[in-house]
């Protein structure tokens, strides 16, 4: 177990598998909960590094950005770096609002990013179709071959299993103080809110939530920050590596 003080604190790579019936091979990486602040500087080139080396074929976005007026600059400075990324999409979390969603909608857009607040996007990687909802679940029977829900807060997988293959969502932080662990149950916020979870899947849904990457008060316990890469691979051991 680990104190972690201080906003500049590491972040690990959570590896996640989808397994899909489609051909297509390629890998989503979640970012969430940045909180950009003056004092979050040291954060932006190791966070920039790791999408660099990564390489995904898909950034999503997950809300929560920045904190402070300053923070807006180096949620400017981390969008240039990846601005000639073609499937960059993002959402609003609560913190945005209360800063001004316009200007981070703004920041977004003027980096070459998807803003998809509200709204669902179509794009094809890798031979296969995808469909991106942000911040919305809509009712309706998959009319792709990848379904994603991108969320900030956190919803009961039972409200939309049915209709993605793939949800993201943040906000909790893991309760960012965690005493025990269940499976993938953070404990005792687990008995607070009930998404407070890693992981968990119904039909054929796989749902992840992130610990974030950054905190608005930056003090946690043995709950160590995170920013999830999902690799979807086609349903074949042989495709997992």
């Known amino acids: 177990m680990k104190l972690e003080i201080g906003y500049n604190q590491p972040f690990e790579i959570r590896k996640e598998i989808h ?46 950005y920045i904190d402070t007026r300053k923070g807006l600059g180096y949620l400017n400075e981390l969008l240039s770096s990846i601005s000639h990324r073609k499937h960059v999409f993002a959402i609003g979390g609560n913190h945005d609002y209360y800063f001004g969603i316009r200007k981070v909608e703004k920041a977004f857009v003027n980096n070459n990013a998807s803003w998809i607040e509200k709204q669902s996007i179509y794009v094809n990687i890798e031979n296969t179709k995808i469909r991106i909802d942000g911040n919305m679940v809509v009712e309706q029977k998959q009319d792709a071959d990848l379904s994603i829900l991108l969320l900030h807060k956190p919803l009961p997988l039972v409200k939309f ?81």
């Open 19 to 64: 397994l899909s019936e489609h051909p297509g091979c390629f890998d989503i990486l979640y970012l969430s909960d940045l909180h950009f602040n003056g004092f979050t500087g040291g954060m932006i080139s190791t966070i920039i590094s790791t999408v660099h080396n990564l390489n995904p074929a898909m950034i999503l976005f997950g809300g929560d």
């Open 161 to 241: 299993s049915s209709y993605y293959n793939i949800a993201f969502a943040g906000h909790l932080h893991g309760c960012q103080f965690v005493l025990w662990q269940s499976g993938n149950n953070l404990y005792p916020g687990k008995l607070f809110y009930p998404c407070n979870f890693l992981k968990s899947r119904q039909e054929k849904c796989n749902y992840f939530i992130s610990k974030g990457a950054g905190d608005a008060l930056p003090i946690r316990y043995n709950c160590r920050r995170d920013v999830v890469l999902v690799q979807v691979r086609k349903n074949n051991p042989s495709y997992i590596h």
